[in-house]
T-cell receptor, first 112, second 115 residues
Framework: GQNIDQPTEMTATEGAIVQINCTYQTSGFNGLFWYQQHAGEAPTFLSYNVLDGLEEKGRFSSFLSRSKGYSYLLLKELQMKDSASYLCAVRDRDSGYSTLTFGKGTMLLVSP | EAGVTQFPSHSVIEKGQTVTLRCDPISGHDNLYWYRRVMGKEIKFLLHFVKESKQDESGMPNNRFLAERTGGTYSTLKVQPAELEDSGVYFC?????????????FGSGTRLTVV
């Protein structure tokens, strides 16, 4: 089975940088995803990592270390609209390569 | 393009009743998934359709849940009879390819409350 851990809540200030960590235990790892979800809305895709290293996309970056079973999502120049839940999810052999196993999500609150 | 549409957005039913949730995927997406989030828990996989065929239904909790995708377009998820523990948010997602590297497109979900 899989085990995905991420902090339950984080707070940060507008304009700052925040890093949301995710650790996972799985077999046959085949990719890690980050989704953003605002309350009452659909989760929306942010990033995908399958190889070690950093993927940068505008204000958001995602890092993966397969040997450590570790990823983080880095949000720069925080804006109020970034207040949301951030979901870490992995795809692996055990769950079928087309399905995702999610963590419980990290609720980020950005304050002025 | 239109996104993934789910109906209804909210449903409140009594224990023992039947509820049917509907999902309209993005046009042309052969792969359709159902996921569920129970309060306080993570989003969990229920099942995966490829066109009208069930590719993987290993996440379906029990035989009170029935999913269909006639014609390979929209899908329905029926819960009969509903129990209190079925309360949660049911998400549908679709993708063009199964081994997608860029994630699915999710719908906004149906919030089901069983009282």
């Amino acid at each position: 089975g899989q085990n995905i851990d991420q902090p339950t809540e984080m707070t940060a200030t507008e304009g700052a940088i925040v890093q949301i960590n995710c650790t996972y235990q799985t077999s046959g790892f085949n990719g890690l995803f980050w989704y953003q979800q605002h309350a009452g809305e659909a989760p929306t895709f942010l990033s995908y990592n399958v190889l070690d290293g950093l993927e940068e996309k505008g204000r958001f970056s995602s890092f993966l270390s397969r040997s450590k079973g570790y990823s983080y999502l880095l949000l720069k120049e925080l804006q109020m609209k970034d207040s949301a839940s951030y979901l870490c999810a992995v795809r692996d052999r055990d769950s079928g390569y087309s399905t995702l196993t999610f963590g419980k999500g990290t609720m980020l609150l950005v304050s002025p | 393009e239109a996104g993934v549409t789910q109906f209804p957005s909210h449903s409140v039913i009594e224990k023992g009743q039947t509820v049917t949730l509907r999902c309209d995927p993005i046009s042309g997406h052969d792969n359709l998934y159902w996921y569920r989030r129970v309060m306080g828990k993570e989003i969990k996989f229920l099942l995966h359709f490829v066109k009208e065929s069930k590719q993987d239904e290993s996440g379906m909790p029990n035989n009170r849940f029935l999913a269909e995708r006639t014609g390979g377009t929209y899908s329905t998820l029926k819960v009969q009879p509903a129990e209190l523990e079925d309360s949660g948010v049911y998400f549908c997602a679709s993708s063009q390819e199964a081994r997608v590297g860029y994630g699915y497109t999710f719908g906004s979900g149906t919030r089901l409350t069983v009282v």
